[in-house]
């Protein structure tokens, strides 16, 4: 399974920016769907996550800014993100939890996007 994230870039302070994550190849099934974040010595946190029944969990300081979203069909992850302020510079990366079919058997699934990096501009 194989995550394409795309959408980060470099963005004034109050812009937004909207990222997309893809996911593909042997899924049988996505629960949760989720967005974190991490800067260069600090641990990975989570952003923002949407199960399949879309139920919602922000991080404190994202919400009222951020919305996350999926389409099931797809199976694509969307995490709109306005009034971006320089405390939100960070690579962030997708997160995708369910189920793969592998030979035929049904395995745990985990896997991470590789990043996209967002920059606020003071």
């Known amino acids: 399974v194989q995550l394409v994230e795309s959408g980060g870039g470099l963005v004034q302070a109050g812009g937004s920016l909207r990222l997309s994550c893809e996911a593909s190849?042997?899924?049988?099934?996505?629960?949760?769907m989720g967005w974190y974040r991490q800067v260069p010595g600090k641990q990975r946190e989570l952003v923002a996550a949407?199960?399949?029944?879309?139920?919602?969990n922000y991080a404190d300081s994202v919400k009222g800014r951020f919305t996350i979203s999926r389409d099931n069909p797809k199976n694509t992850v969307y995490l709109q993100m306005n009034s971006l302020a320089p405390e939100d510079t960070a690579v962030y990366y997708c997160?995708?939890?369910?189920?793969?079919?592998?030979?035929?058997?049904?395995?745990?699934?985990?896997?991470w996007g590789t990043g996209t990096l967002v920059t606020v501009s003071s």
């Open positions: 997160n995708v939890g369910g189920k793969e079919l592998v030979s035929g058997q049904l395995r745990n699934l985990e896997v």
């Open positions: 190849g042997s899924i049988f099934s996505i629960n949760a």
């Open positions: 949407i199960t399949s029944g879309g139920k919602t």
